[in-house]
């Protein structure tokens, strides 16, 4: 009787030991499933990153022709960077997802780099005292001054040396200044979107 106890005693713990490995082996193959998922989870995110970027190379590897202003095509329209805003060498804007070779930035949609530019173009009338088109365009751009200084006055109709006030004139202004660098036309809601930026 003893030894039929201690017998099915044995038994009863080698199904406990069996149960609670099998317990284990399930925990461990089901922490292996997830680490794999996670991993094909992360290449995933990497091989949408790469395809991406290489996106932006073949657009920037295209033959451009001379910097043509205001022309459809240009790598700033592929960069959806409709402003030419550069990229800050310490930080990203938001909205920014990489830099070209020119050092300017990659942004993840158009209304990112209209955030941007506004945002620039608020600082050069708030810290830097500009507030007339040539101040703005010479401050902005390195080229074309004179064709970009005459477009934006004729959109502005105001004269070059004439004091705006750039923050509440921003929808008029972003706009013209986006169709000058990229040839882009800035929608109804992205003017939405730099009413609300003057007031802040």
């Known amino acids: 009787m003893a030894r039929a106890t201690v017998f099915l005693g044995v038994v009863c713990a080698g199904s406990i030991l069996a149960g609670a490995l099998g317990v284990c082996a399930g925990f461990q193959a089901e922490h292996r499933a997830d680490a794999s998922r996670h991993e094909a989870l992360e290449q995933r995110v ?16 295209k033959p451009v022709r001379q910097a043509q202003v205001g022309k459809a095509g240009t790598l700033s329209r592929a960069a959806r960077n409709y402003c030419n805003v550069k990229a800050p060498s310490d930080r990203y804007w938001q909205g920014q997802c990489g830099r070209d070779r020119h050092g300017h930035a990659i942004f993840r ?17 708030r810290r830097h005292n500009i507030h007339t088109v040539r101040g703005i365009v010479q401050r902005f751009s390195r080229s074309n001054h004179r064709e970009y200084i005459a477009f934006l006055c004729r959109r502005l109709r105001v004269k070059p040396d004439e004091r705006i006030d750039v923050v ?10 986006v169709r000058f660098e990229t040839g882009a036309k800035v929608a109804p809601e992205h003017i939405a979107i730099l ?3 003057k007031e802040s």
């Open 46 to 61: 990497r091989a949408d990153r790469l395809e991406r970027l290489l996106g932006i190379a073949r657009a920037e590897a």
């Open 109 to 125: 949609s158009p209304e990112w780099s209209l955030r941007a530019g506004a945002i620039v173009l608020r600082n050069y009338a």
């Open 168 to 177: 509440r004139r921003m929808p008029e202004l972003l706009p013209a200044m």
């Open 195 to 197: 009413d609300f930026l």
